[in-house]
């Protein structure tokens, strides 16, 4: 019956071969009103079934952890963790080398001055590399806090050669790279443990290398003064200055008093 009535509509609207219907809907004549209802409810049918295939998507066959489940033996969504794996990110194995701090006797977590493993050449390499890549867009290479991105308006980075960045532990820099600090992000996801400790340890020389007195350099090396060196390179003698932060960087701020730093 609902076949046969839109065949007839529609034989009555086009002709084989036509493109436009030929009774406009709009204006009024012969049949209009009929043909006006049979496309309203022929719409809402339409509409009808569509929304029924939005359910297949609307109720996924998936699980939910604490709600059961016809599929396992012993009906539970929730699956027991396989026999000797870890979960992403609750490895527990070595807690100081993993986070860079020790649980104090006061129950508050310590950051010892110490590293996990002894720091050789080869260690110190390393973490000059990582932290030429990864640290120094922020940091500049020489720790200063005044890299490339601060160049261009991003909050001043830490100056890692300081008397605060000095008197933390070395623990504190891997802490920091663990879990980030205020504007800094965390380097947990692109750094690992072993190398992010190299770059801590690279912190350090960097501070020892930047605060040098001539009394450190043996007897037979030559020291040659830096404005020597920007002169004859023919560089402005600010090239041997201490840097200033540039005016577009976003200026540090004084964190309110007490609050957790
Ligand atoms: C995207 C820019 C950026 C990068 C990259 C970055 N830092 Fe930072 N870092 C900052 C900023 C900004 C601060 C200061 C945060 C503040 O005081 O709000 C900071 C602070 C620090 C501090 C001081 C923490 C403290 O307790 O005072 C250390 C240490 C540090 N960064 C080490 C690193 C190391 C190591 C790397 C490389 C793995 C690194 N940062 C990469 C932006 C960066």
């Known amino acids: 019956m609902m076949r046969k009535q839109l065949l007839a509509i ?8 036509d493109w436009v219907p ?7 004549g012969k049949g209009t009103r009929f043909t006006c209802h049979m496309l309203a409810s022929a719409g809402f049918f339409a509409l009808a079934l569509l929304s029924g295939c939005r359910a297949d ?4 066959p998936k699980m939910y952890p604490n709600r059961g489940s016809s599929i396992f033996a012993d009906q539970r969504g929730a699956r027991p963790q396989p026999a000797n794996t870890v979960a992403r ?5 070595d807690s100081f080398f993993l986070t860079g701090t ?8 310590q950051e010892p001055n110490a590293m996990p493993f002894p720091v050789t050449m080869e260690v110190l390499r390393r973490g000059q590399e990582q932290f030429n890549l990864y ?16 160049q261009r308006g991003f909050k001043p980075a830490a100056n890692l050669l300081d008397q605060v960045r000095l008197a933390q532990p070395v623990s504190r820099y891997f802490y920091v790279m663990t879990y980030g600090y205020n504007a800094m992000p965390e380097y947990a996801t692109q750094i690992a443990p072993e190398d992010r400790w190299a770059v801590a340890a690279y912190v350090r020389a960097l501070q020892l290398s ?7 350099v043996p007897k037979s090396v030559t020291v040659r003064d830096l404005k020597d060196i920007a002169r004859e390179e023919g560089l402005p003698a600010s090239a041997a200055e201490p840097w ?3 005016t577009n960087a976003v200026k540090s701020y004084q964190p309110a008093e007490g609050a957790p730093r």
């Open 10 to 17: 529609s034989s009555q609207l086009f002709a084989p071969g």
């Open 22 to 28: 030929r009774v406009s809907i709009l204006s009024p």
């Open 57 to 60: 998507m609307q109720n996924q």
């Open 89 to 93: 990110g609750q490895l527990r194995g």
């Open 102 to 109: 020790v649980p104090g006797a006061d129950g508050y977590r």
């Open 135 to 150: 640290c120094a867009p922020c940091h500049s290479r020489v720790g200063n806090g005044l890299g490339e991105i601060v």
């Open 210 to 216: 930047q605060a040098a007195k001539l009394s450190d």
């Open 244 to 246: 200033t932060a540039p």
